[in-house]
């Protein structure tokens, strides 16, 4: 049995539009429009969608955007002093979401 991950399905990605290609079509062109440096640059935007792929845990696009970051020259140290911004980020958020906790906690106390 293989594994869920597999390196050679990041190839496949070109085919998500298979059984919907106006919206797959929609997609890539969303995508490209997105991607194309405008007031963020190139290198900028790697960098987020590095970020974002491993706070979001999406081993394809891990593989996708380190490439991609290395290909630019972005350096390993940079790579991942975003990575820790990403962590710090999740982080203020979960505990962000204990005022939850802490708001049912107080009422039950009253």
């Given at each position: 049995?293989g594994?869920?991950?597999?390196k050679?399905?990041?190839e496949?990605?070109?085919?998500?539009?298979?059984?919907?290609?106006?919206?797959?079509?929609?997609?890539?062109?969303y995508?490209?429009?997105?991607m194309?440096?405008?007031?963020?640059?190139?290198?900028?935007?790697?960098?987020i969608?590095?970020?974002?792929?491993?706070?979001?845990?999406?081993?394809?696009?891990?593989?996708?955007?380190?490439?991609q970051c290395?290909?630019?020259?972005?350096?390993?140290?940079e790579m991942?002093e975003?990575v820790?911004v990403g962590a710090?980020?999740?982080a203020?958020?979960?505990?962000?979401?204990?005022t939850?906790?802490?708001?049912?906690?107080?009422?039950?106390e009253?």
């Open positions: 049995m594994e869920y991950y597999e050679k399905d990041l496949d990605f070109e085919n998500i539009g298979e059984y919907a290609p106006e919206l797959g079509q929609k997609y890539f062109d995508y490209d429009t997105t194309k440096t405008g007031r963020l640059s190139e290198r900028e935007k790697a960098l969608a590095l970020v974002v792929a491993t706070t979001q845990k999406c081993p394809y696009c891990i593989d996708a955007y380190t490439n290395l290909s630019l020259s972005i350096s390993r140290e991942m975003a820790h710090a980020m999740t203020g958020i979960v505990l962000a979401y204990s939850q906790m802490r708001k049912i906690i107080k009422k039950k009253m």
